[in-house]
Nanobody, 119 residues
Framework: QVQLVESGGGLVQPGGSLRLSCIASRSISSIDGMAWYRQAPGKQREVVAALTSGGTPVYADSVKGRFTISRDTAKNMVYLQMNSLKPEDTAVYYC?????????????WGQGTQVTVSS
């Protein structure tokens, strides 16, 4: 199992920046995949950015060129740098870890952090 805790959310004006952080309870080097998801009111949770176990980033089209996912394996941290924020980025952002055990894939979630983009 792995516990995840997010931080860094808040209120920011359109065009501004925020950096979200996620700390894992164990080594992220041993976790198959790490990702950031978001869920806006009345909408389904969607993946924003993900890192494979090898560190390759993947982004949703809506955030390409604006968001950057990264990790610090020494600190067991995953980050989401968000630039040029738009009102439509407003959502609760969740850190996710995926771990395969045989044929079963387990998903672990943090408690979420609110990001509000508004003037």
């Amino acid at each position: 199992q792995v516990q995840l805790v997010e931080s860094g959310g808040g209120l920011v004006q359109p065009g501004g920046s925020l950096r979200l952080s996620c700390i894992a309870s164990r080594s992220i080097s041993s976790i198959d995949g790490m990702a950031w998801y978001r869920q806006a009111p009345g909408k389904q949770r969607e993946v924003v950015a993900a890192l494979t176990s090898g560190g390759t980033p993947v982004y949703a089209d809506s955030v390409k060129g604006r968001f950057t996912i990264s990790r610090d394996t020494a600190k067991n941290m995953v980050y989401l740098q968000m630039n040029s924020l738009k009102p439509e980025d407003t959502a609760v952002y969740y850190c996710n870890a995926q771990q395969a055990e045989g044929a079963v894939v387990y998903n672990y979630w943090g408690q979420g952090t609110q990001v509000t983009v508004s003037s």
